[in-house]
């Protein structure tokens, strides 16, 4: 894997530098035809999708930007129009969107766009080269598709790490017949930043490919801890919040790596990697985001994990939650006083506002450190920028604990085929994959998990390494066990199992991926193929 180019396209290795890799025709006697993401059946199921016959067009422009994250940090980056979180895109269930994406990013730099957790047709999802060429610089690919499932969603390129810029946005798809009843709004968008402060994601990726074998332990190799990350290495512990390089007392130097970032709730491992700064809708929190509203008012909050490398303990001080959804998709109503969303994870919850200022804290699971924005509803001081409010430490609801609204969940039926996946690797020489087989051009062995139309599709995921790893699959929401959520982001424990199901009603070829960047990357990826 060290002869690809890791500038290349996040989540490739699919044998072919244009759209349709996987197209019906294949060069082996022996390999299964495959829908071809612009295919026939495709296009079949998109004109099912019920339309309203309105369009929103808008462009993209992806560009270098610095900016401003407050308390005088400026980050040079690249971002959609100059600004992280990228400006809000709003739509109606039914409604088209027509998105220009405009590439002028510096060099010879290709991008996309994938619309994280949309059921949207094939060749519109975004993922070079399975779905479509990678947008090269100086130029524009046009989206288009019918977003015809109400819920919280958001947009990022898939190309190499740049997941970990400042390259997303929020997308909401309204209900016209919205259940709910509230007042406002709010969206919250969390993310994990190191870019253009204390270096980018691509000198982030080329160190942590080093493995620890790289990082001065040769010798504990052969040592039986691939696998096994650095649970219990305690004399290798690291200050998460530091963003400069630091050694340990084994003779470790890490510029990005984090070391001892553990956390019950993840069952271990929290992270790899070491950020100078967690954000709340683009802002530090010795300088946040602030919501203004008014005592008794009930929010709607729209809670979207952006970040590359970290889980998100959420709580908002001096209240109690309600989750209604997660990834879009509606719940059994559950009152907690904090969550746990992953990466590409996205919650919404219900609150009734208090008087006074309230901390809105996204602590970083194991890291000791995290985001912070205020709500302002009356007179009183901010709290300080390290507050951690004692909701962060009471009911904590995670995923597996919840339940799919009756209307959302999935009809009993017998499934047709059930797929392994096994996620295997370690940090030792950083060697996440599926099945043990990084997926990479260079892998043959990097063949499609395969099913038919119509089949209901059970995927059972088994964590072999000890890091967790948040596992989401393009273009479907699948269902955690008989009667668990609709997702189509899962966190899955280390060293534990989860079944999820799914129905085979949106042709092409679909990625199946840990989005924790650096682990897709470096290869825990797969896709999801349709057979012809």
């Not at 790490?161 to 968008?189: F, T």
């Not at 709607?300 to 994990?305: H, K, P, S, T």
């Not at 200022?357 to 699971?365: Q, S, W």
């Not at 912070?372 to 604990?401: D, N, W, Y």
């Amino acid at each position: 894997m060290n002869s690809i180019n890791r500038r290349s396209v996040l989540l490739a290795g699919l044998g072919a530098a244009s759209a349709g890799a996987f197209a019906a025709c294949t060069t082996s006697a022996t390999a299964p035809a495959l829908v071809s993401p612009s295919g026939s059946a495709v296009a079949r199921v998109e004109n099912k999708r019920a339309g309203t016959g309105r369009e929103q067009k808008i462009t993209l422009t992806a560009a270098p930007a610095m900016l401003d994250l407050g308390g005088g940090i400026r980050a040079k980056t690249w971002a959609f129009e100059g600004r992280t979180p990228g400006r809000e895109v709003r739509l109606s269930t039914g409604d088209a969107l027509v998105a220009e994406l405009s590439n002028q990013l510096p060099g010879k730099t290709t991008t996309s766009i994938h619309w994280h957790g949309i059921t949207l047709r094939n060749d519109m999802d975004g993922v070079p080269p399975a779905t479509q060429t990678a947008v090269r610089a100086g130029s524009t690919f046009t989206y288009r598709f019918i977003a015809d499932a109400p819920g919280t969603y958001f947009f990022h390129p898939h190309v190499g790490v740049q997941l970990d810029r400042g390259l997303y946005a929020p997308l909401i798809v309204e209900d016209p017949r919205e259940p709910l009843a509230y007042d406002d709004e709010w969206v919250v968008v969390l993310d994990d930043w190191v870019d253009g402060v204390t270096g980018t994601p691509d000198e982030v990726f080329a160190e942590l490919r080093q493995g620890m074998g790289g990082m001065g332990m040769g010798s504990t190799s052969g040592s039986g801890m691939e696998g096994h990350d650095m649970h219990g290495m305690g004399d290798m512990r690291e200050d998460a919040a530091s963003p400069s390089p630091s050694s340990s007392s084994g003779g470790m130097s890490s510029r990005f790596m984090l070391m001892g970032a553990e956390s019950d709730l993840l069952g271990g491992d929290a992270g790899d990697v070491k950020y100078p700064h967690h954000l709340v809708n683009g802002r530090i929190p010795a300088d946040p985001h602030v919501y203004t509203g008014k005592p008794g008012r009930r929010v709607r909050l729209r809670i979207i994990n952006a970040g590359s490398d970290t889980a998100y303990r959420v709580a908002l001080g001096g209240h109690r939650l309600t989750i209604t959804h997660t990834d879009g998709y509606p719940v059994q109503h559950q009152q907690v006083d904090a969550l746990l969303i992953g990466m590409g994870e996205r919650y919404d919850v219900l609150v009734t506002l208090g008087d006074g200022v309230f901390p809105l804290v996204a602590a970083a699971e194991g890291k000791n450190a995290g985001g912070l924005a205020l709500v302002r509803t009356g007179s009183g001081r901010a709290p300080s920028a390290s507050v951690r409010p004692k909701e962060l430490s009471r009911l904590i609801m995670t995923a597996s604990q919840l339940r799919a609204a009756d209307e959302v969940r999935l009809k009993s039926a017998r499934v047709d085929v059930t797929h392994q996946i096994k996620l295997t690797g370690g940090m030792m020489h950083y060697n996440w994959a599926i099945n043990g087989k990084p997926f990479d051009m260079a892998n043959p062995d990097a063949n499609p998990i395969l099913m038919e139309e119509g089949q209901r599709v059970r995927l059972d995921f088994i964590n072999d390494t000890t890091m967790w790893h948040p596992m989401h699959l393009h273009g479907h929401t699948y269902q955690l066990g008989d009667l668990g959520p609709r997702k189509d982001t899962a966190i899955v424990l280390p060293k534990k199992n989860l079944s999820v199901f799914f129905d085979g009603d949106n042709p092409g070829q679909w990625m199946l991926h840990c989005h924790n960047a650096y682990h897709g990357e470096a290869g825990m990826m797969g896709i999801v193929a349709y057979q012809a």
